[in-house]
């Protein structure tokens, strides 16, 4: 998926760890099927790719779910604090996102490629 996973998305980007840790510190919370709602910077998003989801299954597995192409693509997450890891074969390296906040029903995430983008994703 050209996004997260989006955009779980893009550069390494490595966030240092402040004492702000909200809601993000277990992993519960983030585990579950997850849509795009909303990026910040929508230029060269497709319909479509709000379409598509993002599945974080316990035990440090995900797969991502690409409307646009029709295409899933599996791999391994982990979270550590307001960092979420998450790698693939089809990445050339991990993707780290940070955390922004979570809830049972919203998570939204900061990836950074040359520009910070946050994403907003609904649970579904």
């Known amino acids: 998926?050209?996004?997260?996973?989006?955009?779980l998305l893009m550069v390494v980007s490595f966030y240092s760890c402040s004492s702000d840790n909200d809601s993000a510190s277990t992993?519960?919370?983030?585990?579950?099927?997850?849509?795009?709602?909303?990026?910040s910077n929508p230029d060269g998003y497709e319909p479509c790719d709000y379409l598509g989801y993002t599945n974080i299954i316990n035990g440090g597995k995900y797969q991502d779910y690409d409307e646009c192409s029709k295409t899933s693509e599996n791999g391994n997450w982990s979270q550590k604090?307001?960092?979420?890891?998450?790698?693939?074969?089809?990445?050339?390296?991990?993707?780290?996102?940070?955390?922004?906040?979570?809830?049972?029903?919203t998570l939204v995430l900061e990836i950074t490629l040359t520009d910070t983008e946050t994403i907003t994703y609904k649970r579904i």
């Open 81 to 105: 604090d307001n960092l979420l890891t998450i790698t693939s074969s089809t990445f050339l390296f991990p993707i780290v996102a940070k955390i922004v906040s979570v809830s049972n029903t």
């Open 27 to 39: 992993t519960d919370n983030i585990v579950g099927k997850w849509q795009v709602v909303s990026y």
């Open 1 to 7: 998926m050209k996004k997260l996973v989006l955009g």
